[in-house]
């Protein structure tokens, strides 16, 4: 071969390798390289291996641009990192779209397209809307006596727990003499209050080590989606290295929630079609699927995933949001006190609070949205996909484009929140103490928000 020709063919390929490392779509924003296999994955694991999160903020600030773009493996994928444009992503319809054909989402839900999070098609408006219009008779996103109640009840098994010590051996895992385990103590109390809504009962204190493990099978869940769950998303053929990248906890994790509620449905669906006095989501489901009231989207394999997208935020989000409170008011105990000040004084020593106490504590609830803020549980948000052929802030969005929320940058954001490396529950509150409009958004927002 001669030299000119060898000259040539090593110019094509070095074009060629230019042009993948650094090719995208239309007027793209500006963004991360392109690496063989994973994409600009590896350089987001480079900079920051357990929270990739944080690569994403630092190319933000070397770009001087809130909108970046990069391949994850061979998807191409922007992310949004200011409020101003997560909130447009969010509330926009041709960014509701889900990947649908994802490995993960298929993995869950037996190859099928079920459920809430992994689905945007004609049948998730339809489980969206069924699920939202029953559950809102039992409680979920409204005000409901009886949930208030229930709330009041789960609220002083705690309490006695807390101060009266195990009533079984399965206790002295969460309390022993002065020493309380924390999240583990409240994952009875976070359960049975969605589990209410679900199936309309709740479990007494001598099954709490069961809802105990439920909670933990919705932290395997969560922590088996985390960093290096990624690898397998887009490469699903290392899923057969058992839990080397965490496959194994995610998988685990999802089939511990769905025997649940499975079981609940083997072990008492009869008994909640015939007794019209048991109240809940999944019976009145269940009791619409057999009468024949639904179209061919229902099924009890739809009812299970379903289920699991509504349960799974309250078993792990609300559990970790307590606990970070806790550690954050420990850090900063002037704020501690204040708190607690004013829930001496609005709610006292003989009661427990109730939901008309909420307009009467704004600095309480100040501490609460502050703790969101800067412990940002889901600091991507869930994926979302274009549906169509668009334009976010003068750059090209086509089609099939992963579009993700940076909710983490967002929340610490200094050029919206000034110093958001701060714990400052005051920046909630106007110059008389009372709450100011809340720019977090700790769970997303719009149709796929998981605190609808």
């Known amino acids: 071969m001669s030299p000119l020709l060898l000259a040539i063919t090593a110019l094509l390929i070095l ?57 994850m493996g061979k998807y191409y994928t922007v992310i949004v990192n200011d409020y101003e444009t997560v909130k447009e992503v969010l509330t926009r319809r041709e960014f509701d779209g889900r990947d649908t ?33 029953n559950m809102r008779d039992f409680g979920f996103g409204r005000r409901h006596g009886g949930l208030e109640s229930q709330f009041q009840e789960e609220l002083r098994v705690l309490v006695d727990t807390i101060k009266n010590g195990p009533i079984s051996e399965s206790e002295k895992g969460v309390v022993n003499g002065d020493l309380v385990y924390f999240p583990n103590i409240l994952y009875p109390s976070c359960t049975n209050i969605i589990w209410s809504v679900l199936a309309g009962e709740r479990f007494g204190r001598e099954h709490h080590d069961e809802l105990r493990q439920l909670c933990i099978y919705a932290s395997m869940f969560q922590k088996g989606g985390e960093t290096a769950i990624g690898a397998v998303a887009m490469t699903p053929w290392l899923s057969r290295f058992g839990n080397l990248f965490s496959f194994g906890d995610w998988v685990e ?38 009468e024949g009231k639904l179209t061919e989207n229902f099924s009890e ?91 976010l802030k003068g750059y090209d969005i086509p089609v099939n484009t992963v579009v993700l929320t940076n909710l983490s940058a967002m929340h610490n954001d200094s050029d919206f929140w000034g110093d958001p490396e701060n714990f400052r529950p005051e920046r909630f509150l106007d110059q008389n103490g009372q709450p100011v409009k809340d720019f977090t958004l700790p769970f997303g927002l719009g149709n796929f928000n998981s605190n609808l």
Not at 255 to 284: C, H, N, W
Not at 317 to 329: D, E, G, N, Q, R
Request: charged share 25%.
């Open 15 to 71: 074009y060629a390798c230019y042009n993948f490392v650094t090719s995208k779509p239309g007027k793209a924003p500006p963004g991360l390289i392109r690496l063989p296999v994973w994409g600009s994955y590896w350089v987001l694991l480079w900079g920051n291996y357990w929270f990739p999160h944080n690569t994403v903020a630092h190319y933000v600030k070397k770009y001087k641009s809130k909108i970046i773009s990069l391949w």
């Open 101 to 133: 054909k994802s490995f993960m989402g298929l993995s869950r839900s037996w190859g099928k397209t079920l459920g809430i999070f992994f689905n945007d098609s004609e049948e998730w408006q339809e489980q969206r809307r069924f699920a939202l219009r």
């Open 253 to 290: 994790g999802h089939q511990g929630m769905t025997r649940f509620i499975k079981r609940y449905i083997d072990e008492r669906s009869e008994a909640a079609l015939v007794d019209k006095s048991i109240e809940g989501f999944i019976p009145a489901y269940l009791k619409e699927l057999k």
């Open 301 to 391: 394999e739809q009812l299970v995933m379903v289920a699991v997208d509504f349960m799974f935020p309250a078993l792990s989000a609300v559990p970790s949001t307590i606990v970070h409170a806790f550690k954050w008011l420990m850090h900063y105990p002037e704020v501690m006190r204040k708190a607690q000040e004013e829930i001496d004084r609005v709610v006292g020593m003989e009661r427990f609070p109730e939901w008309d106490d909420r307009k009467n504590l704004p600095y309480t609830e100040s501490v609460i949205r502050e703790v969101m803020r800067i412990e940002t549980l889901t600091p991507l948000g869930v994926i979302h996909r274009c549906t169509e052929n668009t334009s």
